[in-house]
């Protein structure tokens, strides 16, 4: 559903995740210039302020906002495969449409992940265990709330999201999901003649266990590492309020690179 008409009042927040090289500047003047009130900072800085809408440029600017939990609505810029992002040389028309309010929200998964009752954080790419040492092959179980989904052998294992299906999931064998069909769990590595991966319900919390390790295996969520994994642990992944994307005509489409 397209957006209402903003006013010069409307405010944009800017992420800037302090990244080494990178500059907000053209974007804080083609929000100017397009009469909206630009604010930047860290996510959490910028939501503090309460912005009509954010932008977010690059796919760890993407994250940060990602990870707060926050529904108002994002612009990804320059992200990548998976998000709608738009290209660096249609940005400043599509930030003219953001600050109008001429945009579509479109809807993107995100998952809490828990490590037993520890809060693991919000993915909203990929969630992965693997070995610490390379080529040390355990054991992982995957279930769904319909029941035991697979067991099988493998270095890890990765369970992705549409937004995130294209990067380390693709990599593993994984397909790349379109929006709303769920999330896809692929091994890593897998010690098996025929290499298998499943894809899930979209509204259903998916559990996985370590069942055996040959060596210590760490969890990430969407690349931030959150330690070491016993065996017979339970890592939930449950929905939780989508990430909401704001989407222009200059947006790139899901498959594009």
């Known amino acids: 559903m397209e957006c209402g008409q903003g006013t010069e009042e409307t405010v944009i927040g800017i992420i800037d995740p302090g990244e080494s090289g990178q500059t907000v500047e053209h974007l804080v ?3 100017e210039e397009s009469g909206g009130s630009p604010v930047v900072g860290t996510a959490t800085a910028v939501l503090d302020t309460e912005p009509d809408a954010i932008v977010a440029r690059g796919e760890a600017a993407l994250l940060s906002a990602g990870h707060t939990g926050t529904t108002v609505p994002i612009m990804p810029v320059v992200v990548g495969a998976g998000t709608r992002s738009v290209p660096e040389d249609a940005f400043e028309e599509a930030l003219g449409r953001l600050v109008s309010g001429r945009f579509d929200r479109v809807e993107r998964c995100r998952y809490a992940v828990s490590v037993g009752e ?11 265990l693997v070995t610490e040492e390379p080529a040390r092959i355990s054991e992982y ?11 099988f052998r493998a270095d890890g294992l990765v369970v992705a999201t549409p937004l995130g299906s294209h990067g380390y999931a693709a990599a593993a064998g994984g397909p790349m999901l379109a929006p709303g ?7 890593i590595a897998q010690f098996a003649t025929d290499r298998d991966s499943w894809v899930l319900g979209a509204h259903e919390a998916v559990r996985l266990r370590v069942k055996r390790d040959d060596g210590p295996v760490e969890l990430l ?6 330690g070491v994994v016993e065996p017979a642990s339970d890592i939930t992944l449950t929905p939780v309020a989508p990430l909401q994307l704001a989407v222009v005509p ?8």
């Open 141 to 151: 179980s995957i279930h769904s709330a319909r029941g035991d989904v697979a067991r």
């Open 250 to 257: 200059e947006s790139d489409p899901c498959w594009t690179n």
């Open 29 to 31: 003047e083609s929000v």
């Open 221 to 226: 969520v969407d690349d931030e590492r959150h």
């Open 181 to 187: 069909t769920g999330v896809v769990a692929v091994p």
């Open 118 to 128: 520890e809060s693991a954080g919000l993915a909203i790419s990929d969630t992965m």
